[in-house]
């Protein structure tokens, strides 16, 4: 693996982080606690305590410039931060053995495919590193997407690279993958194909998986857990059906705020301050809370409206 080239709110970052209560627990496939990293003056990870548990399927949210190939980078060990600790399969990342380096599967936002190879090439060299390959996978894969096997890489078209950096990172069967914008080069219908396999590989193995992407339509297909990335730090994450259900946007003065998550026992995400003494606030209800038609002036959020507020 190697590292690719490089209005008034607050938000306090831990309000619906899951991470800070189990951050030790030796099951999780990767535990960040505490991570500091920065280049020069700027920080990008900023205290950062994350944790990713066998089976989870997560989709890492950001602006653009959030540092999120920056996290993903550090969690597999491709960059040292300055403070804390990384770990994978309980191992500090920046030591992991050849065991525990098996068990990883990545695709980076830049492909680093040999061009000079053709994928029969490519993969038969990467089968030797690995002790857990899947050939019939690999074949089936190849087919289905319709990649020529004894094409020099770099007459293949941009999707296509990224296909077959796609069958090599689940060729070996990966405990944890990991994707950083793995289908930014792909079509509608390829981008499903993707999806249809990744779910596939979570319900056949059990697998660990994270991956970025800013195509909101494609998390939407898959119900998982979503984790929001702002300042430096894993502001939220939860299930996408949980966040929906539960997160609300309200608007009126201080006053009228105040008492309507008092009554309904409501938790404050975030608060922006609007013009004429009025607030717009984010708040998380509680699971007993009444229903939406009975509770006057809450606004339902959609996914874009959830990645506006929390990044």
Same mark, same amino acid.
């Given at each position: ?20 209560? &189990?951050? +030790?627990? @030796? ?63 309980? +191992?500090? &990342? #920046? ?12 695709? @980076? ?10 994928? &029969? ?26 990649? /020529? ?18 069958? !090599? ?16 080069? #792909?079509?509608?219908?390829? !981008? ?5 396999? #990744?779910?596939? +590989? ?20 898959? &119900? ?41 026992? /409501?938790?404050?995400? *975030? *608060? ?11 708040? *998380? ?27």
């Amino acid at each position: 693996m190697n590292a690719s080239t490089h209005p008034s709110s607050t938000l306090r970052p831990a309000d619906l982080s899951l991470h800070s209560s &189990a951050i +030790q627990q @030796p099951s999780a496939s990767a535990c960040l606690s505490g991570v500091q990293l920065g280049y020069g003056k700027q920080t990008v990870l900023r205290d950062l305590s994350w944790q990713l548990l066998p089976g989870q399927v997560v989709g890492l949210l950001g602006r653009n410039g959030a540092g999120k190939t920056t996290l993903l980078e550090t969690l597999l060990g491709l960059r040292e931060p300055q403070a804390g600790r990384v770990e994978l399969f309980g +191992q500090a &990342a #920046l030591q992991i053995d050849d065991a525990a380096r098996a068990r990883i599967g990545y695709v @980076p936002q830049q492909s680093d495919l040999f061009e000079g190879f053709t994928p &029969a090439q490519l993969l038969a060299y990467f089968r030797s590193f690995y002790p857990r390959w899947n050939e019939a996978k690999v074949e089936g894969l190849l087919s289905r997407w319709d990649i /020529a096997r004894d094409k020099p890489i770099a007459k293949l078209s941009g999707g296509q690279q990224q296909r077959l950096s796609i069958i !090599r990172a689940l060729a070996h069967e990966p405990d944890l993958l990991v994707l950083d914008e793995p289908v930014a080069s #792909l079509d509608p219908a390829g !981008r499903r194909d993707f999806l249809r396999e #990744l779910v596939e +590989q979570v319900l056949d193995r059990g697998t660990t998986v994270v991956f970025s992407t800013h195509i909101l339509s494609d998390l939407e297909r898959v &119900a998982f857990n979503l984790a929001f990335m702002s300042e430096g730090r894993i502001s939220c994450q939860a299930p996408l059906d949980e966040l929906i259900e539960q997160l609300r946007s309200v608007q009126g003065s201080t006053a009228q705020l105040q008492s309507m998550v008092s009554r309904l026992g /409501a938790e404050v995400l *975030r *608060r922006h301050a609007l013009e004429n003494g009025q607030a717009r606030w984010l708040i *998380r209800l509680p699971l007993d809370a009444p229903p939406l038609a009975q509770t006057e002036g809450l606004q339902a959020l959609n996914l874009e409206d959830l990645f506006m507020e929390l990044t």
